[in-house]
């Protein structure tokens, strides 16, 4: 049994009986304590870049290694900041991930990917250097750089949430890095610059809270130096980058729909994921675009991308799933209260219908999915999500083994106000996430349920031997 890397501040648990049935474990995982409160989340490459709702690593590591062997397959139909596929790479797993969102994509490929240090900070010093050479000698031309790199719009937003001083050393910077030619190194360096715009107060940018995807622009904040934030930044981002010194990752990224994978069936032992919330409470897209425009991305079609998240509320010309009963329930009595919301909670439901199926696809017999869920509020009501995704698993031929809860850390969350004194069972939770362990069954297990087998007599030998 390999032994994975410990880190600071971390206490591994002890290990399961290996010689333990595997739903055995999964079950006692599940009914164990996933809080992690004490953890230290912050080793390795986790910390690189800011991400909204991201599971401790502690979670997936936990999964990974009572459940996977070196070499299994580990992914993440949804990777956000990579938690799972930098946990699979740690442990000497092949990792594999997709997401649709740009920013997301580049963060996680950069926190698997490890760099010659001493190469880094060449680089990473000599785009400093450049940069302030080109905002001291040649302002006009990195103002010019500046008008040919955004349309009207993208513009229009840059002119707003950022100082016309730091638009100029931003402009610079980025021209800088895109001339370096390695392209590990400048996608580690355009990570590293926008850790200095996307930050829980706003970074370099006039906004505060973007971390939480809620950016409000703040009149008085003094402006910040992009040049120090960046050195400041670059000079974290290497020390965490060494944690991957001794790493041989394989690793596997796609910009893809989670409804439609682009991996072979069976071809999966273990998926970590945590899908988006209903209702679209983290809006992604809403803090991503302030770096996102750098690197070339108009508004208009980050716009588009953001339409494609599951959650979104657009219900227009979107096709709906026949939900199972607890589902069609929950929708209908939002249905009452307010139409609009119960379509948009049925487009979720949808959404991770077609999610569930594909992960249920790609998954070898006799592997399971974790699914890290949080319930939402939608007209006072609760959308049961962990619930109605049980059953839609269970629909889809999953076993759902257990329902973990998890009791978020109030000091690392960012909780809703509360109105009066008293904790709302709703309120509460809010307060809590959930993790499902949604077992494929073995094809033996398959063909007894389906009744396709009556008796031993039955058994395919064929599939077994
Ligand atoms: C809660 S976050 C995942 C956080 C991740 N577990 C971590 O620790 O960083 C959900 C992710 O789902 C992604 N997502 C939303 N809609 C998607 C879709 N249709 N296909 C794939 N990924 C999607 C978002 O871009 C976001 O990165």
New binding site residues.
């Given amino acids: 049994m390999t032994q994975l890397p410990l880190f600071q501040h971390q206490v591994e648990r002890p290990r399961l009986d290996p010689a333990q049935p595997y739903r055995e474990r999964l079950a006692h995982l599940l009914a164990g304590d996933l809080d992690f409160h004490e953890a230290d989340s912050t080793y390795a490459t986790h910390a690189l870049h800011a991400?909204?709702?991201?599971?401790p690593p502690q979670l997936p590591r936990l999964f990974i290694r009572e459940l996977t062997k070196p070499d299994d397959v580990v992914f993440?139909?949804?990777?956000?900041?990579?938690?799972?596929l930098v946990e699979a790479v740690l442990a000497g797993r092949r990792a594999v991930g997709?997401?649709?969102?740009p920013l997301?994509l580049r963060l996680c490929r950069v926190k698997v990917t490890p760099l010659p240090l001493d190469e880094v900070i060449r680089f990473g010093v000599a785009v400093c250097r450049q940069a302030e050479r080109m905002v001291q000698e040649q302002p006009a031309q990195v103002e010019a750089l500046v008008q040919q790199r955004f349309d009207d719009r993208t513009r229009a937003f840059v002119e707003y949430w950022f100082y016309p001083r730091t638009i100029l050393e931003l402009m610079a910077l980025v021209t800088a890095i895109e001339a370096i030619e390695p392209e590990d190194v400048r996608a580690f360096l355009e990570v590293t610059f926008s850790g200095i715009i996307v930050t829980k107060s706003g970074g370099v940018s006039r906004a505060r809270d973007l971390a939480h995807t809620r950016p409000h622009r703040v009149l008085d904040k003094p402006p910040r130096s992009a040049f120090e934030a960046f050195r400041q930044r670059l000079r974290k981002n290497v020390e965490a980058l060494a944690a991957l010194a001794h790493c041989a990752p394989r690793v596997e990224l796609y910009e893809?729909?989670?409804?439609a994978l682009p991996l072979e069936d069976e071809s999966v032992d273990l998926i970590v994921?945590?899908?988006?919330y209903a209702s679209n409470a983290?809006d992604?897209m809403r803090a991503h675009k302030f770096s996102l425009v750098w690197f070339g991305y108009p508004l208009d079609t980050l716009t588009a991308v953001r339409k494609?998240?599951?959650?979104g509320e657009s219900v227009a010309n979107f096709h709906f799933e026949e939900l199972p009963p607890l589902a069609d329930e929950v929708v209908k009595r939002i249905g009452k209260k307010d139409e609009k919301k119960a379509r948009v909670l049925h487009r979720y439901y949808s959404?991770m219908t077609r999610?569930l199926k594909e992960m249920y696809r790609v998954l070898k017999p006799a592997k399971a999915a974790i699914v890290?869920v949080g319930t939402s509020v939608m007209r006072g009501e609760d959308t049961l999500t962990h619930k109605c995704l049980a059953a839609i698993g269970e629909a889809i031929g999953f076993d759902v083994t257990g329902i973990g809860v998890r009791r978020l850390d109030r000091n690392r969350r960012m909780m809703p106000a509360r109105h009066g004194k008293k904790e709302t069972r709703i309120e509460h939770r809010m307060h809590e996430e959930y993790v499902l362990g949604l077992y494929k069954p073995g094809y033996i297990h398959t063909l007894v349920e389906n009744r396709r087998l009556r008796d031993i007599s039955d058994l395919p030998f064929d599939l077994i031997l």
Avoid: C, L, N
């Fill in positions: 991400f909204p709702a991201k599971f993440d139909p949804m990777v956000g900041s990579g938690t799972t997709s997401d649709i969102d997301a893809a729909d989670a409804q994921t945590s899908p988006p983290i992604y494609a998240y599951i959650g959404e999610t890290v």
